[in-house]
């Protein structure tokens, strides 16, 4: 079975410009949820999404959005880009049953210069 | 939400058991603890999940002692492979809500 997939791999923005990341679920899970990675720190939740409904967000700006998709994909947008949005984003996804296991992407390096 | 506590960071050598203790003094009683291992530049990979005793599986083992304020991850005889960074969390994953957060993570360094 197909993982978690995420695209693209790497990006580079400036600043004030607008990205969208993409991912695309495990087969079956209808839970999609974003993370952020600042080098040498623990993921921090951005958003999770469930049946195409917003069901948590974490302590970030307007300028993060996110949808999901019929098909539960997924995808992240950030406007207005700053320095300090460089990171490695990550999805994760999970069957949305309590304790359910998350499986992570790859991940979206993505820096803004 | 559980805050937990982790050492930054261990060292260990090849062959060796490697143990981790996470606490997590106000783990409520929805809480699952669950353990992530992560190498740089990729995503967190799931290692196993408990919620009370022991759980073991093919990679490691789980031990949350009764009152359930901190648990403790054994990696069996380890190899250089396994140097990485260790996330100890505490919460749950449902369709209401996603409860969990990140430490900073515990990062292990297997030494030949």
């Known amino acids: 079975d197909a993982g978690v997939t995420q695209s693209p791999t790497h990006l580079i923005k400036t600043r004030g410009q607008h990205v969208t990341l993409r991912c695309s679920p495990i087969?079956?899970?209808?839970?999609v949820s974003w993370y952020q990675q600042v080098l040498g720190q623990g993921p921090q939740f951005i958003f999770q999404?469930?049946?195409?409904?917003?069901?948590g967000r974490g302590n970030f700006p307007d300028r993060f959005s996110a949808r999901q998709f019929p098909n539960y994909s997924s995808e992240l947008n950030v406007n207005a880009l700053l320095l300090g949005d460089s990171a490695l984003y990550l999805c994760?996804?999970?069957?949305?049953?309590?304790?359910?296991?998350?499986?992570f992407g790859p991940g979206t390096r993505l820096t803004v210069t | 939400l559980a805050k937990t506590t982790q050492p930054i960071s261990m060292d260990s050598y090849e062959g060796q058991e490697v143990n981790i203790t996470c606490s997590h003094n106000?783990?409520?009683?929805?809480?699952?603890i669950t353990w992530y291992q992560q190498f740089p530049s990729q995503g967190p990979r799931f290692i196993i999940q408990?919620?009370?005793t022991k759980v073991t599986n093919e990679v490691a083992s789980l031990f949350i002692p009764a009152d359930r304020k901190s648990s403790t991850l054994s990696l069996p005889r380890v190899s250089l492979s396994d140097t990485a960074v260790y996330y100890c969390l505490v919460g749950y994953i449902k369709a209401a809500g996603n409860k969990l957060t990140f430490g900073g993570g515990t990062r292990v360094l297997v030494k030949p």
């Open positions: 999404y469930y049946e195409k409904e917003e069901r």
């Open positions: 994760a996804s999970s069957s949305g049953q309590p304790a359910g296991e998350q499986y």
């Open positions: 106000n783990i409520a009683t929805n809480d699952y």
């Open positions: 408990g919620y009370k």
């Open positions: 087969s079956g899970h209808k839970s």
